[in-house]
């Protein structure tokens, strides 16, 4: 676990706005498709982050960043990162956390406390497969909790899909999409193998541009706005 990574300015994920970003090591999925796969299998083998010097790095960055992405392997799994929020939230910064919605309990206590401004769920796959994004038991009734948390709640969202031929398909999108059926945000990810976790997922063959926006229209079907990205 801990802080793995951090990169100074993005101009991802926040739109017209910068962001720093900050990954962490570790996660309880290990999917085939995963685009981080040293922060997922060998997050030991990193060097931690300190925090305090990444909070002093972001105070002297606050002048000219909007906000900071929390990122992963799998942010919530880690006993630091409420209180890492705090601090954040304390320099007046704007936070984005990505999730995969497994750990419910974490995420309601920093929607509630205030401390995320924007979250992002991964949706893996239909969830009858979450079972195939892991090596151990998946408890997807966590990931449901974590919908209804967004759904319901305060903050604002997007659930995210990369499109992974094989795991996510017409079927899938219309599984997931009843899930997150009624929801605001939902975006189609272009999946791109070349780091995948799973060697064999890196041969696979992306969807073309076509075939994404066939599967946006179905998607379209569930939700308010679906957006394509990575094209």
């Known amino acids: 676990m801990g802080i793995k990574g951090f990169q100074g300015t993005s101009l991802l994920d926040f739109p017209g706005k910068i962001a720093s970003l900050v990954f962490y090591g570790g996660c309880n999925l290990t999917c085939p498709y995963c685009h981080n796969p040293s922060l997922v299998l060998e997050p030991d083998h990193l060097d931690d982050y300190p925090v305090p010097s990444l909070i002093e790095e972001l105070r002297r960055r606050s002048a000219f960043i909007d906000g900071v992405v929390i990122s992963g392997g799998e942010p919530t799994?880690?006993?630091?990162?409420?209180p890492l929020l705090r601090g954040i939230?304390?320099?007046?910064?704007?936070?984005k956390l990505d999730t995969n919605g497994l750990a419910p309990k974490v995420l309601k206590e920093a929607i509630w406390e205030g401390l995320v401004d924007l979250v992002a769920l991964d949706l893996k796959t239909a969830p009858g497969r979450y079972q195939e994004m892991h090596?151990?038991?998946?408890?997807?009734?966590?990931?449901?909790?974590?919908?209804?948390?967004?759904?319901?709640?305060?903050?604002?969202?997007?659930?995210?899909?990369?499109?992974?031929?094989?795991?996510?398909?017409?079927?899938?999108?219309?599984?997931?999409?009843?899930?997150?059926?009624?929801?605001?945000s939902w975006m189609l990810q272009q999946f791109v193998p070349e780091?995948?976790?799973?060697?064999?997922?890196?041969?696979?063959?992306?969807?073309?541009?076509?075939?994404?926006?066939?599967?946006?229209e179905i998607a379209r079907e569930y939700v308010s706005e679906v957006g394509l990205r990575g094209l």
């Open 89 to 95: 939230k304390n320099l007046g910064l704007l936070v």
């Open 135 to 184: 090596t151990g038991k998946v408890d997807v009734a966590q990931l449901r909790k974590s919908v209804r948390l967004l759904l319901d709640g305060p903050v604002n969202y997007e659930f995210r899909t990369t499109c992974v031929p094989g795991w996510v398909g017409e079927a899938e999108i219309r599984e997931i999409g009843a899930l997150i059926r009624g929801g605001g």
């Open 77 to 82: 799994l880690d006993s630091g990162l409420l």
């Open 195 to 216: 780091y995948s976790l799973a060697e064999p997922v890196r041969t696979l063959t992306p969807y073309s541009i076509d075939q994404l926006g066939s599967l946006a």
